[in-house]
């Protein structure tokens, strides 16, 4: 069982930038692709950006191309989602989640575990 724990949300006014982290209890973090999603109410979960397992390949979705960035450091067994230019839109409950099947997709059906989710709120 993976245990996900993200933290770092809050409350934002529009262009400023958060920092979230997803800290896992897996000895073998290293190993796995790790993703962000997110929820806004009344939404669907969206795909927000997902890195290899060595850091070399990231891929992210298109509204937060540019803005946003993803990178781990397996040594803290530890992945981040550091977020510029925030938008009213960006607003939602972020999720970290890892793949253990080696998935590189944007589906959230090829993710296995999920964090509690952290509240990111974006003021105009």
């Known amino acids: 069982q993976v245990q996900l724990v993200e933290s770092g949300g809050g409350l934002v006014q529009a262009g400023g930038s958060l920092r979230l982290s997803c800290a896992a209890s897996?000895?073998?973090?290293?190993?796995?692709?790790m993703g962000w999603f997110r929820q806004a109410p009344g939404k669907e979960r969206e795909f927000v950006a997902q890195?290899?397992?060595?850091?070399?390949?990231?891929d992210y979705g298109d509204s937060v191309k540019g803005r946003f960035t993803i990178s781990r450091d397996n040594a803290k067994k530890t992945v981040y989602l550091q977020m510029n230019a925030l938008k009213p839109g960006d607003t939602a409950v972020y999720y970290c989640?890892?793949?253990?099947?080696?998935?590189?997709?944007?589906?959230?059906?090829?993710?296995?575990?999920w964090g509690q989710g952290t509240q990111v709120t974006v003021s105009s």
């Open positions: 989640a890892t793949s253990l099947r080696g998935y590189n997709g944007r589906s959230s059906n090829g993710y296995d575990y």
């Open positions: 897996e000895p073998t973090f290293s190993r796995y692709r």
């Open positions: 890195i290899s397992w060595g850091g070399g390949s990231t």
